[in-house]
């Protein structure tokens, strides 16, 4: 069905969640005063997520975008998941108008944020804005773990061995070059995956992007590059889990939403340092050095003060419209 203007505005600021490899791994329907948030399988990362844990996370992010953006025009968001028996979990938000709901501040906030992966300033984040990060969400069986020094030092070696788990897996390096837009056309066209101008690289023709990822970037060329960022990092952000599911998952990524967002509103940077949180077995060796007992560690990110980045780029509304 045709959403209404509401509905499509709303569902809209959905479309700027950040995901993995920026697959954008959703598809939107709509019924009366509800949107509906399916994944996208076909965009799915079978290699780096086995377990589609990432890509449920991307939907979280997604709809708490939508949750914050409802209150600017009036509704109040219930969010539920439908797990059908034998099918795949999706989402349901459904929106009651409610002219006294006080508006999400962080709506300002959903145009201005970004992953941004350049290197950050040694400059260190007041513990006012620490608590602010820290408070940023409220969501049953979620927590994050605020870190930086001693517990940046304890970090940096399962980092670098994520990394070079992956490097050295070749179904993960070519996965990893699938989703990467080399040049600025290619970028433009598809609309979607990671423009090599906001990782920093140059604009060069796709044949040429791919030869350089497969042949001249090594695991031992990540690790070094990988030190670089991590000595510069001000602090990571665990986040962690009570149980490993979809509702867990998706959840994370309401949590992670709010956090980046009041990270951008505090003109702190963040991105993804997800290796050790992707590899299983660096995963468990994670929740052992930080000693996280039953909770699972799934989401890593570092923050600090940077220059802001080219922004990514995102499909049209019509494409991730689900037919029916």
Request: glycine residues 6%; positive net charge.
């Amino acid at each position: 069905m045709k959403p209404s203007t509401d509905l499509e505005v709303i569902a809209r600021y959905g479309i700027k969640a950040p995901s993995g490899h920026n697959t954008q791994p959703w598809k939107f329907s709509f019924a009366e005063n509800k949107i509906f948030v399916h994944p996208d399988f076909s965009r799915a990362l079978p290699v780096v997520d086995s377990d589609n844990h990432a890509l449920y996370i991307s939907l979280g992010c997604a709809v708490e975008n939508m949750v914050i953006a409802a209150s600017r025009y009036g509704y109040r968001a219930g969010v539920s998941l439908e797990e059908p028996e034998g099918g795949k979990p999706s989402i349901e938000i459904s929106l009651s108008a409610d002219e006294a709901i006080p508006k999400d501040e962080l709506v300002a906030y959903i145009d201005k944020r970004q992953s941004t992966r350049n290197e950050y300033e040694d400059k260190a984040v007041p513990d006012s804005d620490l608590e602010s990060l820290k408070n940023s969400f409220d969501f049953e069986g979620i927590n994050v773990l605020l870190t930086g020094g001693e517990g940046r030092d304890r970090l940096e070696p399962l980092i670098i061995e994520g990394s070079n788990r992956q490097f050295q897996n070749k179904k993960f390096v070519e996965e990893l070059v699938k989703w990467i837009r080399f040049s600025n056309k290619n970028a433009r066209a598809k609309a979607d995956g990671l423009w090599a101008k906001c990782l920093g690289l140059p604009n060069i023709p796709r044949f040429m992007g791919k030869f350089v990822m497969k042949y001249l970037m090594s695991a031992k060329s990540e690790a070094k590059r990988w030190k670089k960022l991590i000595d510069a990092t001000a602090g990571f952000a665990l986040f962690t889990a009570d149980r490993n599911d979809a509702a867990h998952w998706i959840r994370l990524g309401r949590a992670f939403q709010r956090f980046a967002l009041t990270a951008t509103k505090l003109t702190i940077s963040h991105a993804h340092v997800n290796m050790p949180c992707e590899e299983v077995e660096v995963r468990q060796k994670l929740a052992e050095e930080f000693r996280l007992g039953s909770k699972h560690p799934l989401l890593l990110i570092r923050f600090g003060y940077s220059e802001k980045m080219p922004y990514s780029l995102r499909r049209d509304f019509d494409e991730v419209v689900k037919a029916g």
